[in-house]
């Protein structure tokens, strides 16, 4: 269907490339907006715009930050320093921080190994895991990361890459719905899940 002016459509396609949003839903948003006032629309668009700028990633964790410096995680004098959390993306981090169960750091792999979509080593944020492992005081390397195939291959391969560099690599212990990853799992189970994490062999 091409009924509506090229902006609108453009609108609606852009809308439709989130997350379990289909065009019906798109087109309903798009519409919604429309009714809002001039300056509102400026407003959000001109939000938009800004984010490559305004919102850059930790140079320690790759959490997102608002000035380039290390981010509010990375600089909390209260959280455990020896412990880091291997997560795959933003979603993740921010599940298991509501979740109040983890006091440690994070770090964000921002993807996983995929042999099929050709997405290797240096596609993952590696350089500075390696870095902060190198700089000693991590204790504990807790993978949790997702429970379908690539996840489970990606943990083993950072199982294999930071072995004896470490004490201890962990995975959260079983409790996370059968194929599902961290990000659907309500917070009573990250705690569970984390608070009984498993050695990685
Ligand atoms: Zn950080």
């Not at 994070?106 to 895991?129: F, M, Q, V, W």
């Not at 204790?139 to 990606?154: F, N």
Request: aromatic content about 4%; charged content about 25%.
């Amino acid at each position: 269907m091409r009924d509506y002016p090229a902006d609108l459509e453009e609108m609606i396609e852009q809308i439709r490339r989130l997350p379990g949003v289909g065009r019906r839903s798109a087109e309903r948003m798009a519409l919604a907006m429309l009714k809002w006032p001039a300056d509102n629309l400026r407003a959000f668009g001109g939000l938009i715009g800004r984010l490559p700028e305004s919102l850059v990633r930790c140079p320690v964790c790759g959490n997102l930050t608002g000035d380039g410096e290390e981010c509010p995680i990375c600089s909390d004098p209260g959280r455990d320093r020896s412990l880091i959390c291997v997560v795959e993306d933003l979603a993740q981090l921010y599940t298991v921080e509501k979740s109040g169960s983890f006091r440690g750091l994070y770090h964000i792999l921002g993807g996983k190994l995929s042999p099929l979509d050709n997405r290797t080593e240096a596609d993952l944020n590696l350089e500075s895991l390696t870095l902060r492992i190198a700089s000693g005081g991590v204790k504990e390397l807790i993978i949790a990361l997702g429970s379908d195939v690539e996840s489970r291959g990606t943990s083993y391969f950072l199982a294999e890459k930071y072995r004896g560099r470490v004490e201890k690599i962990t995975v959260p212990a079983q409790g996370l719905p059968a194929g599902a990853s961290l990000n659907y799992a309500d917070g009573a189970t990250i705690a569970a899940a984390l608070s009984h994490r498993q050695m990685l062999d």
